[in-house]
C-alpha cells in the first residue's frame, strides 16, 4: 500500500523536490532530495521487517505434539505423519526444549517491535511535515482531530498514537524476556506470561498497518511549500563544496571554505545565491559565474548511483519496487504463500486507545 501510493504521487510529481526532514532542533536545511525517495527509505524498512517476520515464522514451523509434559509421550507416535497431516515443516528435536521454548514468541515480538519503530518514525516525520512550521503535508479530516479549545488545530492523532504505541509493544518484549530469563527446564507457570503481551503485540501491529493503510492514500503533499525549500541556496552548500572539488580542491578545503561563506551569508541574512561573485572570489578565486548555475534539480540529478536520489534511480527503485523480487506484489506471493494471514484467525483485534473510527467488531480469542 505505501509503494502504491508513493508511485501514484510520484508519477504526478516525478522531478518533485524536499528536503530531508530534519529535528526541530536542527540549525540548517541539509541537500535536496526527490520525496519518492524519502518515501522509499520506508519501503526498505518494511521490506526487512516482512524478512524478519518470514523468519520467525520458519522457527516457529516445528510440531512440539509427542513431547509430553517433558520426557516425551510413551505411546506409538508417528510424528513425521501428524507434522504432515496439521501442516508442519518439521518436528521438534528435543522434548524438554519443545515444552519450554518460547523463542518464537521472543522472535516475532521483537520482529514486531522493530516494525512498530519504523512506523514510530514515520509518525514522527508525518507529524512534523503536517505542523504549521514545516507545512509540507497536509493529513485527510478523517485522520486529524481538532482542539476542544484552539479551533484552528487539527492535531495528527494517529500518527501520534501510532508513535505512543510503539513503547507498549517495546514493554511487552521485554517483560517477555525478563520472565524468561531465569526459568529452568521444562514448563513453568511463568509461562502464561506470555500470552497477554503477545496478543497485545499482534493487536497493535495489525490495527498500526490498517492505519496507514487508510491513512496515507489521503496524505497531500504540499507541492509550493516543499519546492520554495528546496531552492533554499543554504540547501546547495555541498553542491558548491562540489563544484571546488571538480576544479582540483581538496574535499576538506572546500568544505572549509564553504562554511566560511555560508557563515557570511547568515551574517548578512542572504543566501548563497544572493551573494555577490566578488565576495565568493574572496573565498576562491575558482569560483566562477557559473556558480549561479547550481540548482536543487541540478542536485538531486547529480546523484546518479545505484541507490542515490537522481530522477532516473528513483523511477528504477520505484519499478523494482512495485514489480522485481523485492516489489509489492512478489511479497504479497510470499505473504500467502507463508500463510501469515493466520494471525487474523487465531488473534482478536483490541483497539483499545485508537480513535472510533478504526476500530473493528470484538471476536472471541483463542481459548
Given amino acids: 500500500i505505501l509503494i502504491r501510493n508513493i508511485n501514484v504521487r510520484t508519477n504526478y510529481h516525478q522531478n518533485l523536490l524536499e528536503h530531508s526532514s530534519i529535528p526541530p532542533t536542527a540549525a540548517a536545511l541539509p ?18 521487517d516482512i524478512s524478519r517476520l518470514e523468519d520467525t515464522r520458519r522457527r516457529a514451523d516445528v510440531l512440539p505434539l509427542g513431547s509430553g509434559a517433558l520426557a516425551g509421550v510413551p505411546y506409538p507416535t508417528d510424528r513425521e505423519f501428524l507434522a504432515r497431516e496439521l501442516g508442519f515443516s518439521a518436528i521438534s528435536a528435543n522434548s524438554m526444549d519443545a515444552v519450554s521454548d518460547r523463542d518464537f514468541v521472543a522472535e516475532y515480538m521483537a520482529a514486531a517491535a522493530l516494525c512498530m519503530m519504523h512506523f514510530s518514525r514515520m509518525s514522527e516525520e508525518l507529524i512534523l511535515w503536517s505542523s504549521g512550521e514545516f507545512g509540507f503535508i497536509r493529513l485527510s479530516d478523517e485522520f486529524t482531530t481538532g482542539s476542544s479549545i484552539m479551533p484552528q488545530k487539527r492535531n495528527p492523532d494517529f500518527a501520534e498514537l501510532a508513535r505512543g504505541k510503539t ?6 518484549l521485554m517483560g517477555l524476556l525478563t520472565t524468561l530469563k531465569g526459568l529452568p527446564l521444562t514448563y513453568n507457570r ?11 503485540t499482534v493487536d497493535t501491529l495489525q490495527t498500526t498497518i490498517e492505519v496507514f493503510t487508510a491513512m496515507l492514500p489521503g496524505l497531500t503533499l504540499q507541492t509550493d511549500r516543499v519546492e520554495s525549500l528546496a531552492g533554499e541556496s543554504g540547501m546547495l552548500a555541498t553542491d558548491l563544496a562540489d ?3 571538480v576544479k582540483g580542491v581538496p574535499f576538506r578545503e572546500a568544505h572549509g571554505i564553504m562554511r566560511e561563506l555560508c557563515r557570511a551569508c547568515d551574517e548578512r541574512g542572504i543566501g548563497l545565491q544572493q551573494l555577490p561573485l566578488q565576495e565568493y572570489h574572496r573565498y576562491s578565486p575558482l569560483f566562477e559565474a557559473d556558480v549561479y548555475g547550481i540548482t536543487a534539480e541540478g542536485s538531486a540529478a547529480a546523484r546518479n548511483i545505484p541507490g542515490g536520489t537522481a530522477p532516473d534511480r528513483v523511477a528504477e527503485a520505484l519499478a523494482q519496487a512495485g514489480t522485481g523480487t523485492g516489489g509489492i506484489e512478489h511479497c504479497n506471493k510470499r505473504l500467502m504463500r507463508q500463510g501469515c494471514s493466520s494471525l487474523r484467525r487465531c488473534c482478536r483485534p483490541i483497539s483499545g486507545g485508537w480513535p472510533s473510527r478504526c476500530r473493528q467488531s470484538q471476536r472471541p480469542g483463542p481459548t
Avoid at 541537500?31 to 526487512?48: D, N, S
Fill in 190 to 200: 511463568d509461562l502464561q506470561e506470555d500470552k497477554e503481551g503477545f496478543f497485545d
Fill in 243 to 245: 563544484y571546488l572539488v
Fill in 31 to 48: 541537500q535536496p532530495v526527490l520525496f519518492a525517495h524519502h518515501m522509499l527509505a520506508y519501503f526498505e524498512m518494511f521490506q526487512r
Fill in 167 to 172: 513503547g507498549r509493544v517495546y514493554g511487552n
